[in-house]
């Protein structure tokens, strides 16, 4: 074990998607950079943690940022180079692979890996973006306002990175806690945000459940049956007051409705392109897409309801990290062992032993995704907080979304909140089209670093809307250029925040240079989602807030 001490123009901590559109666009601007990721894979929610894309209606428009574009492009492309796709899909410049509900790019998280790797790769190539991986931060050391240093632990021992400007890309917020950035975690009160489905008492033990993600496959006739795990009966038994029967089952909460409702794994023929089973909610590889000589089964993903792990948070006062992360695992394992051996069958029977984990998908001896998908991060006290009553249409009536003349990216979903670790149910409120303020970027007193995830200047409730994969691969851009935009003409993000013209200066080398949008177009910006030409699928449920003790 050794100990090193490296350098570099701009620090990432954290290679999920908003750590690696910040690498990538600083780098592209003339930026060195270093990036860390805590496992072998880069791509955080969409490869990591095994979450296909949730998107917006508007995703296949002109109006999305010409870097996420290039992603979706390039993971249709690596399908049409490597796959045995039919010449019906082949051809279809919309290609989805999955034909999943949930998105119109439902793909196996492997292939997004490899293209963010054929990303990142002119640049690794040219020393603009060093990578280091399996890399964990541990520490921080900060003089006054700024962070002097990071600390990562690593597999071959500990690296310090000193950099003039940091960004923290991590999934939990991490260096916000290590470097002592003022940060908020949880739900704010109703009395500190205004926001009419904020809860009455502030509580930073509130917080969106988590899911360990994992694909599989159906092979009828054969048996790939887990061991039982050690906590299947509590799962078995246990009820929680807010959930209609225990979570092995098929029954989940009608989020339209606020009741239970039973929705099986399997309902109709796996061949149909869309059903309302949980198969197709999630399917990443459809075999009516390639040719069946050699694809012959489907593989969907399970990110259900069901595997939602709402018994105990990840951060705060009191938690036990690895022991909430050992349990989320065991209640997806349970669910799968569940589903091959108890669960009714949509032809009468009991138990589908066919169903078979790819761990070959997942890059993970046991099939599960390789980290937990997390919903919720520590959050900066910005300079600027986004509030519900800046996007939700239970707000806003039929103006559309506040307008921000510092925008910086666009984004769009539902205010969408799982479960939650205090006994919270669903909360699903319609918004608009939103904007990405610079202001929500910036801490208020930390001057040289910038979050690049779940971390930004939003609240309980709003981050419900800002996190899911191309708002975050926005923010990533955003961070990106500002840092560029710092490092080239020595100065900070604070003032550039403070200038109007260099505000406009980074705005024009979104638009401009990077092909970034910063606001919506006037017919897109009061449309509601459901009222959206084709739109993507979307949750929608009461505007409610309840809390079950």
């Known amino acids: 074990m050794t100990d090193r001490e490296l350098s570099a123009g701009l620090l990432v901590v954290g290679g999920g998607l908003g750590g690696v559109a910040a690498a990538m666009t600083a780098a592209k601007l003339g930026c060195q950079v270093l990036l860390t990721e805590e496992t072998d894979w880069l791509g955080g929610q969409l490869t990591a943690q095994a979450v296909p894309s949730d998107e917006h209606p508007w995703i296949e428009s002109p109006h999305i940022s010409s870097g996420y574009r290039e992603l979706r492009t390039r993971i249709r492309d690596y399908y049409r180079r490597n796959y045995p796709l039919t010449a019906e899909a082949f051809a279809e410049p919309a290609l989805n692979p999955g034909l999943g509900n949930v998105s119109r790019l439902c793909h196996e998280p492997r292939v997004a890996v490899a293209v963010i790797d054929e990303l990142l790769a002119p640049y690794i190539s040219a020393g603009r973006i060093t990578v280091l991986y399996n890399h964990v931060p541990t520490a921080a050391t900060t003089d006054g306002d700024r962070v002097t240093s990071v600390t990562l ?5 500990r690296t310090t990175v000193t950099a003039p400007l940091v960004v923290d890309a991590t999934e939990l917020g991490d260096l916000l806690e290590l470097a002592g950035v003022e940060h908020v975690l949880g739900a704010e009160a109703q009395s500190e945000t205004g926001e009419q489905f904020a809860a009455d008492v502030a509580d930073p033990l509130d ?10 496959e159906y092979r009828p006739g054969e048996d790939h049956t887990i061991e039982r795990p050690a906590s299947y009966g509590h799962w078995q038994t246990h009820v929680d007051p807010f959930w209609p029967g225990p979570q092995l089952s098929w029954v989940k909460i009608d989020i339209k409705t606020m009741g239970g409702r039973e929705n099986r794994i399997f309902e109709v023929d796996q061949d149909l392109p869309h059903a309302a089973d949980l198969w197709h909610f999630r399917r990443i ?3 009516s ?19 939602d792990y709402w018994e105990a948070a990840l951060v705060g ?3 036990d990290k690895d022991r909430a992360l050992q349990r989320c695992r065991e209640l997806s394992l349970s669910y799968l062992h569940w589903m091959q051996t108890e669960a009714p069958r949509h032809d009468g029977g009991t138990g589908y032993p066919g169903l078979k984990l790819r761990p070959d998908l997942t890059g993970t001896a046991d099939g599960l995704a390789k980290s937990a998908y ?9 300079r600027f907080t986004v509030l519900e009553q800046h996007v939700a249409v ?6 559309g979304a506040a307008f921000f003349a510092d925008g910086v990216g666009v984004g769009h979903y539902n205010i969408d909140l799982h479960p939650s670790t205090a006994g919270i149910n669903y909360v699903n409120l319609e918004v608009f089209p939103f904007q990405i303020p610079l202001g929500a970027l910036i801490p208020q007193r930390m001057r040289n670093l910038l979050p690049a995830n779940k971390n930004i200047g939003t609240t309980h409730l709003t981050n419900g809307c800002y996190r899911l994969h191309p708002v975050e691969w926005s923010i990533g851009e955003a961070v990106g250029a500002l840092a560029a935009q710092c490092l080239r003409n020595a100065t900070e993000p604070h003032a550039v925040a403070d200038s109007a013209q260099l505000t406009e200066d980074l705005q024009r080398t979104l638009t401009g240079t990077l092909g970034v949008p910063v606001k919506w177009p006037d017919d897109i910006a009061r449309t509601r989602p459901s009222q959206a030409a084709n739109p993507t699928p979307l949750h929608a449920a009461p505007e409610s807030r309840v809390k079950v003790s």
């Open 285 to 287: 590889r459809a075999r």
């Open 374 to 382: 997390i919903r919720e991060s520590r959050r900066i006290r910005a």
């Open 207 to 216: 917080q969106q459940a988590i899911t360990w993600c994992f694909p599989l």
């Open 289 to 307: 897409q390639f040719d069946r000589s050699l694809i012959d089964t489907d593989i969907s993903l399970v990110n259900w309801p069901n595997v």
């Open 317 to 319: 006062p009191g938690t």
């Open 153 to 157: 632990r690593g597999p071959d021992g």
């Open 394 to 399: 239970a707000d806003r009536g039929d103006a």
